[in-house]
């Protein structure tokens, strides 16, 4: 299994423990076998930053790139006792054609300190399509659980904004404001208005990106 180990300041290290919440980065080195990385690092997550075992982001800054990405995440995997569903099924959209991040299982130190194994998945980002020979496009994460393509809340209650629990991670505003369009209209259609809709809706989105981005 590889070894990841985290050389962080202590002072850096405590303060991200004192505010979990936090997306600032701050920086470490990252040592892999021979490699020597300078990094960003910062707790990812929801839900599971209240847990012990929390998942790390960490960006790449010199090199940029590493093994032809520019950032990484580190899952704690903590819900999931055999560390494996999470890959397992990463692993069978892969074999199955479906555009899915890599992953590896590591054996994550910081400061010395064994944080247990951990699940290391490729950002989905512009580096990952550029590997993979794929177009360039928009690519919106869902961050939380209000990115349900509803138009309620987890709750049950009316959304105020389509578009929370949405972020966009590469592409523009225009590429969120066709996310809420499609959000309306998959749920405002009846199924034969939706049929003959969703084919011309996602041509011309298609067609938008590839002018977008070339």
């Known amino acids: 299994m590889i070894k990841y180990e985290i050389i962080i300041n202590p002072k850096l290290l405590k303060q991200l423990e004192k505010n979990i919440w936090n997306e600032d980065h701050v920086p470490a080195l990252l040592k892999t076998g021979e ?51 999470n890959k397992l099924s990463l692993d069978f959209f892969d074999q199955i054609g479906v555009t899915a991040p890599h992953s ?15 699940l290391e998945l490729e950002s989905f980002d512009q580096y990952l399509l550029q590997k993979r020979n794929l177009p360039l496009g928009p690519i919106i994460y869902a961050t939380n659980y209000f990115a349900n393509f509803s138009l309620l809340s987890p709750e049950k209650k009316l959304k105020t904004d389509l578009l929370d629990g949405y972020t966009i991670k590469y592409g523009s505003k225009r590429d969120l404001e066709k996310l809420e369009e499609f959000i309306i209209m998959i749920n405002s259609l009846n199924n034969e208005e939706f049929e003959k809709s969703i084919v011309q809706f996602l041509t011309l ?10």
């Open 35 to 85: 490699n020597r990385i300078n990094i960003d690092l910062s707790y990812r997550g929801n839900v599971l930053r209240k847990k012990q075992k929390k998942s790390y982001h960490i960006i790449f800054k010199k090199p940029f790139l590493f093994k032809g990405a520019h950032e990484i995440h580190l899952n704690a995997e903590y819900e999931d006792i055999s560390l494996s569903r």
């Open 205 to 214: 989105m298609d067609l938008s990106i590839t002018t977008h981005f070339t």
């Open 104 to 118: 590896q299982h590591v054996l994550l130190y910081i400061n010395g300190s064994c944080k247990g194994i951990y």
